[in-house]
């Protein structure tokens, strides 16, 4: 499909930026109680069965279009983007004006009833500015409500505005992290209606996500690697020839019944299926009609994914598609702790500035923000690299991405075959945070003018 031939947009816009909710049971899988019990994975929140989900996910106002088990990970394709279930995390990613937080007191009331997690160890909430806050409902019509809602639950909550007020930044709530959360604790947030048992306790030194540092598929792990690592890259202003992939051809009435064909085949014919390694990908996606697109990938980037709740080997990525003219919208997520060095071998995860090339290369976008939420051990003691801390070893690999030429090696297969994007960015904002236990680096950038 040529720009020249995009179709009109339905008529009202959409909301493309979303809500993004990730809650902490327990420190790890290998922390859930029927651990080590389990022969086939399906132990902590995997084994809730999907009704109960599709009863929580009524409250926020989606539903789930397809599923894919992995060995760590079950990852549900939404109506509005995204569900994944780990034995000890929930991640609920959805746009448009889903209700995302009215279903965390579900949430909490399954974590208890179903996977005997009767206590939060941490929660975070995040999402960029929305484009159109005034459609949005219930307590997502502005930041300050938002806040309100989650304090009423955890009442030792953080809430963070980063970037600039009047132009594009991101919010964050988050509870303390490495703190245990009940009820009856004075000091740490806890779950409403939960009775006062807690998670058993792990002592720091072998049950805190920092502990097992995640490696390499192949041998030549990366030690540096931190545990909890969720890259962002969210883009708006899509070029033409990035939107028009996302227009469904197909007749209304037939498009459902190919939606999930339809999803994988644009994903290969643009570069979407070979962000990471194919052998180490299983991608789910979707084609929406008239227009619009959602993709989950489960990456077994250890061989040995599955076989150690304490050391996990999977991650996801996902990806969402508004490209409606006006609102144009793409997200990419990932949580593969990616290297800090680039490689020549095709069979390994890419490292972070590769990665955001492939990605701005398919979209091509006028304006992007890119956030990295990184676990350290402590804020004084955060990861190095010869000397740089990881978040501005992150902000190089931003800078370096996205304002220099890009070597035809950086760019993904599928984008190549449709002419590489020439587009060079400027920085227009920078930020390095430092949370307990997490560091951020938050950078925006823009196309230069030609």
């Not at 990295?372 to 004084?380: H, P, Y």
Request: glycine share 6%; net charge negative; hydrophobic share 35%.
């Amino acid at each position: 499909m040529t720009s020249s031939s995009i179709p009109p947009a339905p008529s009202g816009p959409f909301e493309g930026p979303e809500k993004l909710l990730e809650i902490w049971f327990a420190p790890s899988a290998a922390d859930c109680p029927d651990a080590a019990s389990s022969k086939d994975g399906k132990f902590g929140l995997r084994r809730v069965p999907r009704p109960v989900w599709e009863d929580m996910l009524d409250i926020v106002k989606c539903k789930i279009l397809s599923a894919v088990e992995g060995t760590e990970t079950d990852a549900y394709l939404l109506s509005e983007s995204s569900l994944f279930i780990s034995p000890h995390r929930l991640i609920l990613k959805t746009c448009g004006t889903t209700l995302n937080l009215l279903g965390v007191p579900r949430i909490l009331e399954i974590a208890r009833d179903h996977a005997d997690l009767p206590s939060v160890y941490r929660l975070f909430y995040s999402r960029k500015a929305f484009m159109f806050p005034e459609r949005q409902m219930g307590p997502h019509r502005e930041w300050k409500a938002e806040i309100e809602f989650l304090d009423n639950l955890f009442p030792n909550g953080s809430a963070y505005t980063v970037g600039k007020v009047n132009g594009d930044h991101w919010l964050l709530y988050l509870t303390s992290p490495g703190e245990k959360c009940s009820p009856n604790a004075d000091t740490a947030p806890g779950s409403p209606t939960v009775p006062s048992t807690s998670i058993p306790s792990v002592p720091e030194s072998s049950g805190s996500a920092e502990a097992s540092a995640p490696e390499e598929p192949s041998g030549d792990a990366d030690d540096t690697i931190a545990s909890d690592y969720t890259i962002e890259i969210l883009m708006t202003h899509l070029s033409p020839e990035g939107r028009a992939p996302f227009f469904n051809r197909v007749p209304p009435e037939e498009a459902e019944a190919t939606a999930g064909a339809d999803g994988m085949a644009i994903s290969s014919e643009i570069g979407i299926a070979n962000l990471f390694p194919p052998h180490l990908t299983t991608l789910d996606a979707y084609c929406f009609s008239p227009c619009g697109y959602s993709c989950n990938a489960l990456l077994k980037w250890r061989p040995d994914a599955g076989q150690d709740p304490a050391r996990p080997g999977e991650g996801y990525y996902t990806i969402h598609v508004t490209p409606e003219e006006g609102w144009s919208y793409a997200s990419f997520e990932c949580n593969v702790p990616l290297p800090t060095s680039p490689t020549d071998r095709p069979t390994l995860v890419p490292d972070l500035k590769t990665l955001i090339r492939r990605v701005v290369d398919i979209f091509r976008p006028g304006r992007l923000t890119l956030t990295l939420f990184i676990s350290s051990k402590d804020n004084d003691a955060a990861e190095e690299e010869e000397g740089v801390s990881a978040v501005e070893a992150a902000q190089r690999a931003f800078k370096s991405a996205l304002t220099l030429s890009p070597r035809r090696s950086d760019r993904s297969e599928g984008a190549c075959e449709r002419g590489a994007f020439a587009g060079l960015y400027k920085r227009t904002d920078k930020i390095n945070y430092e949370f307990g236990g997490y560091d951020l680096a938050f950078a925006s950038f823009e196309l230069r003018s030609s």
